[in-house]
Each structure stands twice: as structure tokens, then as C-alpha cells.
């Protein structure tokens, strides 16, 4: 009985042993061809005979699910701290843009962006924020909300104090003060007549037509009479100033003058401003002195129009398209291509005054 037990058990064992021959047969078998019969479809791929086995559980990544998609937001305006803005905002372009167009050609109110109202913009200079509503404008038009001009002016008038001080000692404060209270009354008066000479050009300008007379929110017997009292005022400080400071002050009249009819003849009026906003460059040094060094004072007034030049001729380059069409000429357009290399000529020249003006002074590095 044991005996048959152990020769079926070894049957059974040398039968599990033995590999499948039908299924050994078809794993190696070619697959059969693809006729159009059996596959009206068309051919589908094949897989290969032995496909590799998947990896171990522990080899595969964690599928986690995808990030959900930012909230949308609306391609007509952003807001952001309470200010509704268009998506075509630029710092370069006015904020107010051209409304959306639905697919039928109609505009779409929905996506136009509102307007803000003047009372929720917010104020653009201590302009808007501090003066009554009544001197807004006299301020606007003596350029008080844009003080780079004033120092522009100021400048030629402290090299020139400072370079007239005695060796080891300060400038005078006392002139330092005159002359900047001067500056910028000067500069206020020199815009006021430009403005009322230029009021029929600055309307077509675009960067000057919300100018007060351009825009008509003051008129020009208005405009003569804030001149003049900027004037007294001027002569006030003038008076404070020795006799030959006095004639040479108020012959700084005749070039404030004039300054805005140059760009209606030549190309050059950046050089004719030269002459102007410098003359403190020569007033300064006669108010110490009570006399002019020419050895001194002309490469220092020369350095300043050079320096004019420079600063001016970029400044004149964004008006370069509406002066053709206006017919005014300025110096960007005279130099055209050839900036850089006029302006690099300028910059060098204005070095090399300021550098004979100081060694003519005895000035030390």
C-alpha cells in the first residue's frame, strides 16, 4: 500500500514538471498575418511576444492628482487695492482705452471698464493735495509740481557762488537762499511767457495740451497778470543785490523773452536755452565779486551750455513726431541719428569747461 502511494506521488510530481507543449507551441508560433478581413479597422498595433513585467509595487510613483487651475479673471480689467484698471493698462498709454466689441460688432458694456470718477483719482503732486482749487492752475503753469526745472536753473548759480567763496571758507548762504528763491520765480515767469507765446501750438502737442492756456483754464490776460507779479517779486530779490548784479539780472529779461520764439527759426533753440537758464553762472560770481574773470566765468557758462544741450535734446526727442507736423524745429530733429554722437561731443565739452573754469580758479582736485 505505501509502495503505491509513492509511485503516484511521483507521477503526479514528474507531471506538474513538465512544461505545457501546446502553450510552449503558441508562445513561440509567429503571429498570424493581417488581412483586411480580419481587420476592418485597419491594422492595429501588435505587442510583443514577452512584455516586460510591471515593476514592483514599491517602485512606483504616487499619482497625485492635478493642481486645480488658477481662478479666471476677467481679460477686460484687474483690480487690485480698489482701482479698477484695463488689461491694456501701460504706464506709457492714458488709462483710458477703447471699449470691447462683441462677436456681432456691438460693443460690450459689460467688459468696458468704468471710469473713475475725478474725486477717487488720486492726487498726482503736493499740487493737487495741499493749494485750493483756485491756484491750481497758476501753479501748473509756473511748473511747481515739477521742481527738476528750478534746480536745472539753480545750479549754475551755486557753481558759480561757490566758486567765488574765499579759499577755506563756505559759500555764502544768505546768496545761496536769494538765488534759489530766485530760480524759482525766474523759471515760473520763463514758463508762464512761453506758455502764453506757445498756446496755439501746446494744443496740438500732446504732451503739452492739458497745459492751463492750451486747455483754456486760464486765460491770457489771467496769464499777463500772475507774469507780472512773479516778476516784482523777482525784482524784489534783485534789489537785494549789488548795482552790477542788478543791470546784469535784468538783462536776463531780453532771453526769457525771446526763448520761445527761437524754435519758430532755427534748429538751436536747445542753445539759445543754454544761454538762458545759465546766466546765473555769470549773476552769481557777480554777486560776490561785484565783477566778472572771464578767465573763470565763460568755460563755467560754457560748461552749462554744453551741459543744456545734452539734457534738452533727449527731452526734445519725444516730441519729435508732433513738431514735424506743427512745424517747429528743435535740435533732436537737426540731429536725427547722430545723437549719441552729438551729445557725447557736448558731454565731453562740458567736462573739459568745468575743468579749465576750476583750474583757472585755482581750484585743486
Same mark, same amino acid.
Given at each position: 500500500?505505501?509502495?503505491?502511494?509513492?509511485?503516484?506521488?511521483?507521477?503526479?510530481?514528474?507531471? +506538474?514538471?513538465?512544461?505545457?507543449? /501546446?502553450?510552449?507551441?503558441?508562445?513561440?508560433?509567429?503571429?498570424?498575418?493581417?488581412? /483586411?478581413?480580419?481587420?476592418?479597422?485597419?491594422?492595429?498595433? =501588435?505587442?510583443?511576444?514577452?512584455? /516586460? $513585467?510591471?515593476?514592483?509595487?514599491?517602485?512606483?510613483?504616487?499619482?497625485?492628482?492635478?493642481? $486645480?487651475?488658477?481662478?479666471?479673471?476677467?481679460?477686460?480689467?484687474?483690480?487690485?487695492?480698489?482701482?479698477?484698471?484695463?488689461?491694456? #493698462?501701460?504706464?506709457?498709454?492714458?488709462?483710458?482705452?477703447?471699449?470691447?466689441?462683441?462677436?456681432?460688432? *456691438?460693443?460690450?458694456?459689460? *467688459?468696458?471698464? $468704468? +471710469?473713475? *470718477?475725478?474725486?477717487?483719482?488720486?492726487?498726482?503732486?503736493?499740487?493737487?493735495?495741499?493749494?485750493?482749487?483756485?491756484?491750481?492752475?497758476?501753479?501748473?503753469?509756473?511748473?511747481?509740481?515739477? /521742481?527738476?526745472?528750478?534746480?536745472?536753473?539753480?545750479?549754475?548759480?551755486?557753481?558759480?557762488?561757490?566758486?567765488?567763496?574765499?579759499?577755506?571758507?563756505?559759500?555764502?548762504?544768505?546768496?545761496?537762499?536769494? #538765488?534759489?528763491?530766485?530760480?524759482?520765480?525766474?523759471?515760473?515767469?520763463?514758463?508762464?511767457?512761453?506758455?502764453?507765446?506757445?498756446?496755439?501750438?501746446?494744443?496740438?502737442?500732446?504732451?503739452?495740451?492739458?497745459?492751463?492756456?492750451?486747455?483754456?483754464?486760464?486765460? $491770457?490776460?489771467?496769464?499777463?497778470?500772475?507774469?507780472?507779479?512773479?516778476?516784482?517779486?523777482?525784482?524784489?530779490?534783485?534789489?537785494?543785490?549789488?548795482?552790477?548784479?542788478?543791470?546784469?539780472?535784468?538783462?536776463?529779461?531780453?532771453?526769457?523773452?525771446?526763448?520761445?520764439?527761437?524754435?519758430?527759426?532755427? #534748429?538751436?533753440?536747445?542753445?539759445?536755452?543754454?544761454?538762458?537758464?545759465?546766466?546765473?553762472?555769470?549773476?552769481?560770481?557777480?554777486?560776490?565779486?561785484?565783477?566778472?574773470?572771464?578767465?573763470?566765468?565763460?568755460?563755467?557758462?560754457?560748461?552749462?551750455?554744453?551741459?543744456?544741450?545734452?539734457?534738452?535734446?533727449?527731452?526734445? +526727442?519725444?516730441?519729435?513726431?508732433?513738431?514735424?507736423?506743427?512745424? =517747429?524745429?528743435?535740435?533732436?530733429?537737426? #540731429?536725427?541719428?547722430?545723437?549719441? +554722437?552729438?551729445?557725447?561731443?557736448?558731454? =565731453?565739452?562740458?567736462?573739459?569747461?568745468?575743468?579749465?573754469?576750476?583750474?583757472?580758479?585755482?581750484?585743486?582736485?
Amino acid at each position: 500500500m505505501a509502495l503505491l502511494r509513492a509511485a503516484a506521488a511521483a507521477d503526479l510530481l514528474r507531471r +506538474h514538471r513538465r512544461a505545457p507543449l /501546446p502553450l510552449l507551441l503558441s508562445a513561440l508560433s509567429p503571429p498570424p498575418p493581417t488581412t /483586411p478581413e480580419s481587420c476592418p479597422d485597419g491594422p492595429s498595433p =501588435v505587442a510583443p511576444y514577452f512584455a /516586460p $513585467p510591471p515593476p514592483p509595487l514599491c517602485r512606483r510613483r504616487r499619482s497625485w492628482p492635478p493642481p $486645480p487651475p488658477p481662478p479666471r479673471v476677467s481679460s477686460s480689467s484687474y483690480v487690485g487695492r480698489g482701482i479698477l484698471l484695463p488689461a491694456t #493698462f501701460s504706464i506709457y498709454s492714458p488709462l483710458s482705452t477703447s471699449s470691447s466689441a462683441s462677436p456681432d460688432g *456691438s460693443p460690450d458694456e459689460d *467688459s468696458s471698464p $468704468p +471710469h473713475p *470718477s475725478p474725486a477717487a483719482a488720486p492726487p498726482s503732486s503736493w499740487v493737487d493735495r495741499w493749494l485750493p482749487q483756485a491756484a491750481r492752475p497758476y501753479a501748473m503753469l509756473a511748473r511747481l509740481d515739477k /521742481p527738476i526745472g528750478t534746480w536745472l536753473l539753480a545750479w549754475p548759480c551755486f557753481w558759480s557762488i561757490s566758486m567765488a567763496a574765499m579759499p577755506g571758507e563756505l559759500p555764502d548762504m544768505r546768496m545761496l537762499a536769494l #538765488f534759489g528763491c530766485g530760480a524759482v520765480l525766474l523759471r515760473g515767469a520763463g514758463c508762464t511767457v512761453n506758455d502764453l507765446l506757445d498756446r496755439d501750438i501746446d494744443n496740438k502737442v500732446e504732451r503739452t495740451k492739458s497745459r492751463p492756456f492750451a486747455s483754456g483754464i486760464l486765460t $491770457p490776460t489771467q496769464g499777463v497778470g500772475f507774469l507780472g507779479l512773479q516778476l516784482l517779486l523777482g525784482l524784489g530779490i534783485l534789489l537785494q543785490l549789488n548795482n552790477y548784479s542788478r543791470i546784469l539780472g535784468a538783462s536776463s529779461l531780453f532771453l526769457v523773452f525771446s526763448y520761445p520764439l527761437m524754435k519758430r527759426f532755427t #534748429f538751436w533753440p536747445q542753445a539759445y536755452l543754454g544761454l538762458t537758464f545759465n546766466w546765473g553762472a555769470l549773476l552769481g560770481w557777480a554777486a560776490i565779486k561785484e565783477s566778472l574773470d572771464p578767465a573763470i566765468i565763460l568755460p563755467l557758462y560754457t560748461a552749462g551750455i554744453c551741459w543744456t544741450l545734452v539734457y534738452d535734446t533727449i527731452y526734445a +526727442h519725444q516730441d519729435k513726431e508732433d513738431d514735424l507736423k506743427v512745424g =517747429v524745429k528743435s535740435t533732436a530733429l537737426r #540731429f536725427g541719428d547722430l545723437t549719441k +554722437h552729438w551729445i557725447s561731443g557736448f558731454g =565731453v565739452a562740458c567736462i573739459g569747461s568745468l575743468a579749465l573754469s576750476g583750474y583757472s580758479a585755482d581750484l585743486g582736485w
